[in-house]
């Protein structure tokens, strides 16, 4: 894949003032031949309480959804004709594609093209990742809980999440 992600974390000194308390490659990675991904920050609730200096949040199992209540930020690269399972999260995300392109596929079976600089709103629908091209794709995504509302769970029945502990 293209190389680990850098990130850049501020914080507070001791009187207060902005300082940049870590600028290095994203501390936990995850690489499964077929696609990476690096986590770069994680909360566990909203909102989140902003402290002079914390722990690693990332020093973590890697998981699929955020923590109940958290957000989750992380990039994900999928190698050539790499493919997601069909999955569904009780959340809200966001991805926007930085490099290279994917399709979407959703179990309505439509297939939209995402290509750089594009955005895909989840909300918490079935969907598949799928990398169509001969290049790597590069996407950043944020996860933020969420939960189905009644009519939407009416409408579904009983919906499956993708829960995984990946590591």
């Known amino acids: 894949m293209s190389g680990t992600p850098r990130r850049i974390v501020t914080g507070h000194d001791a009187s207060g003032r902005s300082v940049v ?28 309480p902003i402290a002079a200096s914390e722990p690693e949040p990332t020093d973590r199992p890697l998981r699929t959804p955020p923590p109940a209540g958290g957000v989750l930020v992380r990039f994900t690269e999928m190698a050539p004709g790499a493919e997601s399972p069909m999955h569904r999260t009780e ?26 600089g594009d955005s895909v709103v989840q909300r918490g629908t079935m969907h598949q990742w799928v990398n169509r091209s001969d290049r790597p794709v590069r ?29």
């Open 21 to 48: 308390l870590s600028d290095a490659p994203t501390p936990k990675t995850l690489d499964i031949g077929s696609a990476a991904f690096h986590e770069v920050w994680i909360t566990d609730r909203s909102p989140s």
């Open 91 to 116: 959340t809200v995300d966001v991805g926007v594609v930085l490099e290279g392109e994917t399709w979407l596929l959703l179990d309505d079976g439509s297939e939209t093209r995402v290509g750089p």
């Open 139 to 167: 996407m950043v995504f944020v996860m933020i809980d969420g939960t189905i509302g009644d009519d939407l769970r009416a409408a579904t029945g009983p919906l499956e999440f993708f829960d995984q502990v990946l590591d």
